[in-house]
């Protein structure tokens, strides 16, 4: 999607963004947000930009971490939901609405030692460009996080978990947000992104080595810690 259906098809399910998000991962999705925040916070005073920031969680956490977080976001009104949360847990985020598809980015090359991206891969027309884009606002060592859903691989447990996930969620949450589009999108756009090993090509790809990955919800999640190649 582009930035500008991004940012109408977001700001409007801002309100109730948070509460479907908690349901889909049935609460498991601050354990994640915790993960990539604790990747991404290598020491006080990192310098964060959490991309797609949507309402911030990762931000956040990693803001709580020390971090001096840089919140980048289509959606005005998700970022509003951000600074809501930035408030409550007691810190402060900068933040910038902004196309993160956009070829030139309102942001510094190299003025970030860690890039996190949740949940935004999925959005991409052309994922390797925005991934390579992102990488070079890295400094040198600077890290990417990236948290994304992806197709599991087989066993019975993955199994109920996609049943949950493919055939269930996307009723529950559209009745329960009152919009359909967005969940649907949800589980198409998880083919778009396939299994962990295509997401780790893709990365690859995008000039990045992938250090650290785990997978999380019965294998419905994937986290990897990348860095550009030199
Ligand atoms: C599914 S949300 C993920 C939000 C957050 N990272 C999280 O983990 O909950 C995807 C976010 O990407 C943003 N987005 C999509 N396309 C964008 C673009 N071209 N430029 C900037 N933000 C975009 C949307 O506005 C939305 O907030």
Do not use: K, Q
Not at 9 to 21: E, I, Q, T
Not at 107 to 132: C, H, K, M, Q, W
Not at 134 to 145: E, I
Not at 175 to 181: K, N, Q
Request: glycine residues 10%.
């Amino acid at each position: 999607v582009d930035a500008e259906a991004a940012r109408s098809l977001f700001d409007a399910n801002a309100a109730g963004y948070d509460r479907v998000n908690t349901l889909i991962s049935v609460g498991l999705d601050a354990r994640w947000r915790r993960w990539v925040a604790r990747r991404a916070v290598t020491r006080p005073g990192a310098r964060v930009l959490d991309a797609f920031a949507g309402t911030g969680l990762v931000g956040v956490e990693c803001a709580v971490l020390g971090a001096e977080v840089t919140l980048a976001d289509a959606s005005p009104r998700m970022l509003a939901r951000a600074s809501a949360h930035a408030a409550e847990r007691g810190v402060e985020v900068c933040e910038i609405v902004t196309d993160l598809t956009a070829e030139v980015l309102p942001l510094e090359p190299g003025s970030f030692d860690a890039v996190t991206l949740s949940f935004g891969i999925r959005y991409l027309d052309e994922p390797a460009g925005v991934l390579r884009r992102l990488g070079s606002l890295l400094a040198p060592g600077g890290r990417l996080v990236v948290l994304e859903f992806v197709r599991p691989t087989a066993g019975p447990v993955t199994a109920a978990a996609s049943l949950y996930f493919f055939r269930l969620l996307p009723r529950i949450a559209s009745r329960l947000a009152g919009r359909a589009e967005l969940y649907g999108y949800l589980v198409t756009s998880v083919d778009r992104v396939g299994h962990v090993r295509d997401l780790e090509h893709l990365l690859v790809s995008a000039g990045y080595g992938v250090t650290e990955r785990r997978t999380f919800g019965f294998g419905l999640v994937a986290g990897l810690v990348c860095h550009p190649r030199a």
